[in-house]
């Protein structure tokens, strides 16, 4: 059982998520639609120590 099963619906919050664009941080959710589907497409990794 996951931490995300545990929680009732009236217990959760939405999340900001933030990036950073053009050299300075801004949230996701001020983005407009092209800007947003862009950074759905962003592919994440981990770089290896």
Do not use: D, I
Request: aromatic share 8%.
């Amino acid at each position: 059982m996951n931490a995300a099963q545990l929680l009732k619906p009236e217990e959760r919050q939405r999340c900001e998520v933030w990036t950073r664009v053009m050299g300075y941080h801004r949230p996701v959710s001020q983005f407009n639609a092209g800007k947003r589907s862009e950074h759905q497409e962003r592919r994440h990794f981990v770089e290896k120590v």
